[in-house]
């Protein structure tokens, strides 16, 4: 196994960096970095069925990831997650074809050990020995997970108000719990003084170039699961980015690699909640950045993210995909969360739910055709809301 990780490049002023050392963020611009490929070799030299016929898991795209040494690897088993026709919320919906990404399945039950998976393997494979995050909630939960596998310290930093379930599982894994009065914001500032001060290694959003690695791994499994056809539009509910720039980021290099049979992208469209909509009242705006947003709350946790560090991507994205961006009231995710319950078995996250309450109203705003193939992204279990 070989990874064609060659570089990292700048988002923002496209300067590259030594992909061999460990890197942060732009220190010119302080914007994200992003991994580049050799993907004329890798299109040569990689064939898509051979990757569909490896090892199950996230992993088997090791030659488009960006661990140099496949010993390095830190692995839940994340990945291959399902993606599940939704026949019966489609035809009360008059959609022809309605599906869902179902990555409650993944290692501590949401997406967020795809990022985690990544991004600690990386670490440590150079030579990171301690690692901190702030969190929502449930990236503190695959943070520890994944430090406890590969038997480093671990820190995670999150509101005092984050679900239960994500406190009691990061100190089920041995991490250090600091809850904070405040947002992610100020988790965020608490988690890189500690890490200035203690010499802990960062690993927030965007803050670190491969997180965003491990979430691209869905767009592959998305092409993948559609037989390399894309679906018209994709809802994802998006808090910090990742996984709508990742899924993105994807698209374009299995673009460069030759391996999508119809080159029309999906529409991306993020949803967000009424109570944290920065990223919403950006694209409305025509804004190239997103603002900070006061008082943001809502019950979908993963989407309490009142100033996404990569803002500038995110809109970038949608742009760039033709998407769109909505907001939806939380009785919408409520009413969201029993139908795809009650009517699929599925009992997904409140951020999940957010799609299809996203979807409803893509629809009522005429921005949809019935007959346009819809993936809706739940991107963790409704279980670990529970109070
Ligand atoms: C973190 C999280 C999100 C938001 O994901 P981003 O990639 O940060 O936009 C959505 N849903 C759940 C369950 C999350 O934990
Ligand atoms: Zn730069």
């Not at 992993?59 to 026949?87: H, M, Q």
């Amino acid at each position: 196994m070989q990874s064609y990780f060659i570089y990292l490049e700048c988002t923002q002023c496209g300067a590259r960096f030594d992909s061999g050392r460990l890197q942060t963020v732009c220190p010119g611009c302080n914007a994200p970095l992003a991994a580049r490929y050799d993907l004329p070799s890798a299109r040569r030299e990689l064939d898509r069925e051979q990757i569909g016929a490896a090892r199950r898991g996230m992993w088997r795209w090791f030659g488009l990831l960006p661990v140099s040494d496949p010993e390095k690897i830190v692995n839940l088993g994340e990945g291959d997650t399902p993606t599940l026709p939704l026949p019966r919320l489609a035809a009360r919906l008059g959609l022809h074809e309605l599906w869902v990404k179902d990555e409650s399945f993944n290692p501590t039950a949401t997406f967020k050990a795809r990022g985690l998976s990544a991004a600690v393997s990386r670490a440590c494979e150079l030579g990171v020995q301690r690692v901190i995050i702030p969190t929502a909630g449930n990236a503190g939960g695959a943070m520890a997970a994944y430090a406890a596998r590969a038997g480093v310290p671990a820190c995670v930093v999150m509101p005092a108000d984050t679900p239960r379930a994500n406190i009691e599982e990061c100190r089920a894994y041995g991490a250090e719990v600091v809850l904070v009065d405040g947002l992610i914001n100020a988790a965020a500032q608490l988690a890189a003084q500690r890490a200035r001060e203690e010499g802990w290694f960062d690993l927030s959003t965007f803050k670190e170039p491969y997180r965003l690695e491990g979430k691209k791994v869905m767009g592959y499994e998305i092409a993948q699961a559609f037989g390399w056809r894309l679906p018209d539009v994709i809802l994802y509910p998006t808090g910090g980015g990742t996984g709508l720039v990742g899924i993105w980021k994807a698209f374009s290099e299995l673009e460069a690699l030759g391996w999508l049979e119809d080159r029309r992208l999906p529409r991306m469209v993020a949803v967000q909640a009424e109570g944290c909509a920065p990223v919403v009242r950006a694209f409305e705006a025509g804004a190239e950045a997103t603002a900070f947003w006061e008082n943001a709350r809502t019950s979908a946790s993963g989407l309490r993210v009142p100033g996404p560090f990569a803002g500038r991507l995110i809109l970038r994205t949608l742009r760039e995909s033709g998407g769109a961006a909505l907001a939806v009231s939380e009785e919408a995710i409520r009413a969201a969360q029993v139908q795809l319950a009650g009517l699929e078995g599925l009992f997904v996250a409140p951020e999940g739910a957010a799609t299809l309450a996203g979807l409803v109203e893509l629809q009522r705003r005429g921005l949809l055709r019935p007959d346009e193939r819809v993936l809706l992204l739940n991107t963790g279990t409704g279980l670990k809301y529970l109070e």
